[in-house]
């Protein structure tokens, strides 16, 4: 593994691994982004009206146990005839990633909604609040770190899945395990596996880091630094009951 | 001024909460809602500020209806508070405060500068202005919660239960602050409870409401005590409305106030002795004011702070009868302690004094 790893001529080329890190990436980012523009509305205008709650559970589970591998095949045979390109191919693959993503992110950006203390939606209202902004400066940031949570998942979910690509011959880091298998080459398939651990690994802590950024310490009951209007800073207390993000 | 106009409000499973309602809240004055849970106290709250639509009957805010209003508008003209503040959790304190001034278009700058303000009007340490709602206690939470009401300096005021989610001490404490604060700024105020003792005490006028959310009565706080409509109001009023209406008969005067001897800490045996009327004699400092009673005869050398008995309370010349008549039957000598208003010792008065005088009083007055 280690030698497959350091080898020189594996960094290379139209199969290269950063070629493969690049397709397997692309594969992913696309898939995740598709899965987020549908799930993150849907679940806020669940959360928010609560019509149609029978999808989360429904759709969810249903998603959930869904056979990849299967229903890539599925659809390859049913999309590729339409399309004559290598289209035929990315887009069954596609669109099983994007049916993987999507649960994780609908429920807990509809859990997150659904979580947003009532009093405080109550209050907005009453201090005159339209319903836009009641949904842009109290139930969003509020449920952001659910949604953001969902969102991690998801990815671990795409990244880690994003290998069977390379069942209907596309790239991706999937090209490795499949290959290696073919040559039984192990070194490379365990490249592969480790390849996309890391890269899994890599996005969560790069999610992590940006739920840390973007989601305010009086959610996540982080203890920050208080400032004075003053300027002087002076240290607040510790976290009682700290939560996780 | 807020005036319903026989408003009634059924919910759409056939509930009517309140029924023909006429009320009238005079501009600058506290009113208060009061009467048993489900009453229709909340339901008659929100319809002001129509997070709750009427049935039917007009709702008018200084004469003009509020149902031809824009809501969102309507609102950003009324303070509103609520049970458990309902803060923003993502927001820091002073954020919170100046919701409403940057909704109604203030500079940052200007509503940060005016949370601040408020913040030391409703007494909370400008440390806490960068802190976020979890890190403070109820109490400080509801304290916010006024003071994100105030903000915008509206003319109207709707409270929900304000002190309730607060134990006993600190609601006394909020009470008294929030009092306070309205004689101050003296807005056009309807506060919700189901505390009558908190509805006496703080409000100008109290209406009482009946379940099915009807109006019992509406009269000031002493009428309601010494004059209750009928059965109802009488019972929710309490046993001890008698004692209790005491509290709202001015006591000015009409007492004669005994002249009392006084030793100081560190007198001898033998001069507490010779000052003791009966067996208490009264310790003050050297300022005259009450420290607490003694018995001289525990005392041996001399008179130590650990002799002192503190149960008695001090009564203001300027007070209510009811204070005065406590601070008489508190007092273990039997004789309550009268200060004047920088708490220097007039001398005592006993429970009999108080009686004979509210006895010789044929109209109450009231205090206020
Ligand atoms: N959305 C609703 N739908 C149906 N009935 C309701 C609704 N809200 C309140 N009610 C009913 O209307 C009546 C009055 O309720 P309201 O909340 O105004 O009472 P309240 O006086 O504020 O009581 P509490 O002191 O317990 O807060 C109650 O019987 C309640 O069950
Ligand atoms: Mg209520």
Same mark, same amino acid.
């Given at each position: ?64 146990? $869904? ?9 390859? $045979? ?28 609908? &429920? ?8 947003? =203390? ?94 840390? /950024? ?32 | ?13 056939? &509930? ?33 500020? /129509? ?22 508008? $309507? ?144 009269? &000031? ?8 409509? =009928? ?53 003050? =400092?050297?300022? /005259? ?14 008179? +130590?702070?650990?002799?002192?008995? $503190? ?10 009868? /009811? ?44 205090? +206020?």
């Amino acid at each position: 593994m280690i030698n497959y790893l350091f080898d020189p001529a594996h960094w290379s080329g139209a199969d290269g691994i950063p070629t493969l890190i690049g397709e397997h990436l692309i594969y992913s980012l696309i898939a995740l982004a598709i899965a987020a523009v549908i799930a993150v509305p849907l679940g806020i205008y669940i959360g928010v009206t609560g019509k149609g709650v029978f999808m989360i559970a429904g759709l969810a589970n249903a998603l959930r146990a $869904l056979p990849s591998v299967g229903l890539l095949i599925l659809l390859v $045979l049913l999309i590729s005839p339409a399309f004559p390109s290598k289209m035929g191919y990315i887009l069954p693959s596609l669109i099983v990633l994007v049916l993987l993503a999507v649960p994780p992110i609908l &429920t807990n950006t509809y859990a997150g909604v659904r979580a947003v =203390d009532a009093a405080a939606v109550d209050a907005a209202r009453g201090m005159g609040f339209r319903t836009m902004k009641i949904l842009t400066d109290v139930q969003l940031p509020c449920s952001l770190p659910l949604m953001l949570s969902g969102v991690r998942s998801a990815l671990l979910q795409i990244i880690s899945t994003a290998t069977i690509a390379a069942y209907i011959s596309l790239g991706g880091l999937g090209r490795l395990l499949i290959d290696g298998k073919a040559q039984n080459d192990y070194s490379q398939m365990v490249a592969g596996a480790v390849l996309v651990a890391l890269l899994a690994l890599f996005f969560d802590q790069l999610l992590a880091f940006i739920t840390r /950024r973007v989601v305010s310490p009086g959610l996540t009951r982080r203890t920050v630094k208080a400032t004075l209007p003053s300027g002087e800073v002076i240290p607040s207390e510790t976290a009682k009951t700290p939560t996780a993000v | 001024m807020i005036r319903f106009e026989s408003i009634t409000k059924a919910y759409p499973d056939g &509930t009517v909460a309140v029924n023909g309602l006429d009320l009238e809240a005079p501009t600058g004055k506290l009113t208060i809602l009061v009467g048993p849970s489900g009453c229709g106290k909340t339901t008659s709250l929100r319809m002001i500020n /129509r997070l709750i639509e009427p049935t039917s009957g007009t709702i008018y805010l200084d004469d003009q209806p509020t149902s031809g209003m824009d809501a969102a508008l $309507l609102r950003r003209r009324i303070g509103y508070v609520i049970q458990h503040a309902g803060l923003f959790p993502h927001r820091t304190i002073v954020d919170n405060i100046a919701t409403m001034p940057l909704l109604l278009g203030e500079s940052r700058q200007k509503a940060r500068h005016r949370a601040l303000e408020l913040m030391e009007r409703v007494g909370l340490p400008e440390t806490f202005a960068n802190r976020y709602p979890w890190q403070l206690s109820g109490g400080q939470q509801q304290r916010v919660g006024v003071a994100r009401a105030l903000a915008s300096d509206p003319a109207f005021m709707l409270m929900d239960e304000p002190f309730s989610a607060v134990d006993p001490v600190v609601r006394a404490q909020l009470q008294e602050e929030f009092l306070r604060l309205q004689r101050e700024i003296g807005k056009t105020i309807i506060m919700v409870t189901h505390d009558i003792d908190e509805a006496l005490k703080l409000g100008d006028q109290v209406a009482v409401m009946r379940v099915g959310g009807k109006l019992a009565q509406m009269a &000031t706080p002493s009428e309601l005590l010494t004059s209750p409509a =009928d059965e109802f109001v009488a019972d929710f009023v309490g046993r001890d409305r008698g004692y209790r209406s005491l509290g709202f008969t001015a006591a000015a005067g009409s007492v004669a106030v005994g002249e009392e001897w006084t030793v100081q800490l560190g007198a001898s045996a033998a001069e507490a002795q010779a000052k003791a009327t009966g067996a208490w004699v009264l310790v003050v =400092d050297a300022g /005259r004011r009450p420290l607490g009673w003694a018995q001289p005869e525990q005392v041996h050398g001399e008179l +130590r702070k650990e002799h002192l008995n $503190l149960s008695g309370t001090s009564a203001q010349a300027s007070g209510t009868m /009811r204070q005065l008549l406590d601070a008489a039957l508190s007092s273990p000598s039997r004789r309550g302690v009268v200060v004047n208003e920088h708490g220097e010792l007039l001398g005592t008065v006993t429970a009999t004094d108080v009686v004979k005088a509210i006895e010789a009083e044929p109209h109450l007055e009231t205090a +206020r």
